[in-house]
């Protein structure tokens, strides 16, 4: 029987390298896939890219992939928040790169490396320093900047449910990144609070379609849920 | 009187169309949602996924999954929809929205905005979503003190900050005065509190 489901967070993670590329789910906190990340945490790879909307919040999840001195690269919208000191250090002392992408530009570049798509026209950032050293295209009479795809070797999804063939729904805003980036990575790994049978979920509603998932476990409920 | 926060929102309330859709920036432009007249059918989009963005949520209402672009926890209009940041992004991108407020660092005559990097060496670049914010909408204004802490005009002739968009933004609503701007240049629709003399002395331009 045709399963992706994994038994614990260690298995989802086997295999991924020094050096990969990371896309990792989430808004601040919603749908950011904690459990995931504190497991790549232990898991020891090193030197890696992180494309994420920002950049760690407080000291858990991302912020400690950060502190432990694991991530090379971060590119994101927007890394400075009230709670992103350890983030703010790492970049201060020059410990850390940093891609600033405009939110949406983020969104549509990891959107074309899921679908194909080997760059796109946005009007977004035209005239700004973003868009400094890019080609530039008036078409119809406006101007747009070329941007090139993203892809991961790696993503990391929190999502609510999903069954075993990797179907995937979310919840509410926690949603945000989670989609999009589970089109764009070779190895896509999908944290769940709960697993179901095949069929439970409302196939009109499925927004992450099995194909994409390669490996689904079961975290438990969040907190907040119970 | 010039007109304080409150106000100033409830001003900005006052020029939102019946039935329109609208994203709110982060900081003093969500008090904006706080005047909006429920008779006008407004519908407030959020850019982390949410069409139908209702105001903050408060005690049993917290839910750490509904939070809004400044990941304040917010509850949901009846009617409203959740979808991905891509999906999100395109209705803002292509021009779905009817009208976006942002805060500014500075506004030029011209419409050109400067609202996300004060350009010092040792500031941390933070774009978020107000690059495609100040491209995407219909009509993007700006609600601001017209002054800074230090006493120097918003409103400006040129922005010295890194620009977040270009001829994007259509008006700008300030403490002091309403002023249209755009490719003909400044005119001041309303003044608060101050003469339009006075405008042109804390402004250092030629307003009309």
Known sequence: MRTKIVPNVATALEGIPDGATVLVGGFGLAGQPIALIDGLLAQGAKDLTIVANNAGNGDTGLAALLK??????????????????????????????????????????????????????????????????????????????????????????????????????????????????????????????????????????????????????????????? | MTLNRDELANRVAQDIPYGAYVNLGIGAPTLVADHLDPERDVTLHTENGLLGMGRAAVGDEIDPDLINAGKIPVIAEPGHSFFDQAASFAMMRGGHLDVCVLGAFQVSTSGDLANWHTGEPDAIPAVGGAMDLAIGAQQVWVMTDLLTKDGASKLVETCTYPLTGKGCVSRVYTDRAVIAVGPDGAHVIELFGTTLEELNELTGLDLK
Not at chain 1, 194 to 199: A, L
């Open chain 1, 68 to 226: 432990a001195g694991r991530v090379r690269k971060v590119i994101c919208s927007f890394p400075r928040q009230v709670d992103s000191w350890v983030f703010d250090g790492l970049y201060r002392a020059g410990k850390i790169e940093l891609e600033v992408v405009p939110q949406g530009n983020l969104a549509e570049r990891i959107r074309a490396g899921g679908a194909g798509i080997g760059g796109f026209f946005s009007p977004t950032g035209v005239g700004t320093l973003l868009a400094e050293g890019k080609e530039e295209r008036v078409i119809n009479g406006k101007t747009y900047v070329l941007e090139s795809p993203i892809r991961g070797d790696v993503a990391l999804i929190g999502a609510f449910k999903g069954d075993r063939l990797g179907n995937l729904v979310y919840r509410e805003t926690s949603r945000n990144f989670n989609p999009v980036m589970a089109t764009a990575a070779d190895l896509v790994i999908a944290q769940v609070d709960q697993i179901v049978e095949v069929g439970e979920l409302d196939p009109e509603s499925i927004v992450t379609p099995a194909i994409y998932t390669d490996r689904i476990v079961e975290v438990g409920t969040r907190e907040w849920l119970r």
